[in-house]
């Protein structure tokens, strides 16, 4: 089920990257971004009540600062990627987002673990192979024009 979760969680970020460029080429950057977390917010509100059944019980006087800064780097990545999402294909957004992520989870499990087996290196080699291979393959070769 997780799996099922996190390909369709991986679906979404890219319609959600799709949409709010869209938004920010019709409205602007920020206004799409204002728009996008007024919006999540409200949808936030709204499943907190449904699930905690209208009592609120949250205390956030033992939560680290920096635990807030998530909200921070979503607002960034959601305005890079309004940027970008106009300028390249959603497949090429795709693929390099997923680069992304790609190297810097290799980097916190190795934070985390304290240790960077050799099988996820070689396993992260291969699909980043993979995605170079995938994105010049889409290239138009300069001796067929």
């Known amino acids: 089920m997780h799996i099922f979760f996190s390909l369709f969680a991986g679906g979404l970020v890219i319609l959600c990257i799709s949409i709010n460029g869209r938004l920010a080429s019709h409205v602007g950057l ?25 009592s609120p019980t949250i205390l956030y006087s033992n939560i680290p600062f920096y635990y807030f800064l ?3 780097v979503g607002s960034v990545i959601m305005l ?28 916190i499990d ?3 673990e304290g240790d960077l ?5 070689i396993g992260g080699m ?5 995605l170079i291979v995938y994105i010049k393959g ?3 070769d300069s001796l067929n024009t």
Not at 31 to 39: C, E, H, M, S, W
Not at 82 to 93: E, G, Q, W
Not at 117 to 121: A, I, L, T
Not at 126 to 130: E, F, K, Q, R, V
Request: proline share 1%; net charge positive.
């Open 30 to 54: 920020i206004q799409a971004g204002i728009t996008n977390y007024l919006v999540g917010l409200i949808c936030s509100i709204v499943y907190f009540f449904i699930t905690s059944n209208g």
């Open 126 to 130: 291969l699909i980043l192979a993979g």
């Open 117 to 121: 087996p050799v099988g996820k290196v």
């Open 80 to 107: 890079l990627n309004s940027i970008i999402i106009n300028h390249l294909s959603a497949v090429y957004v795709t693929v390099l987002v997923f680069i992304g992520q790609l190297s810097i989870g290799v980097f």
């Open 70 to 72: 998530g909200g921070v």
């Open 110 to 112: 190795y934070l985390q």
């Open 138 to 140: 889409g290239e138009k």
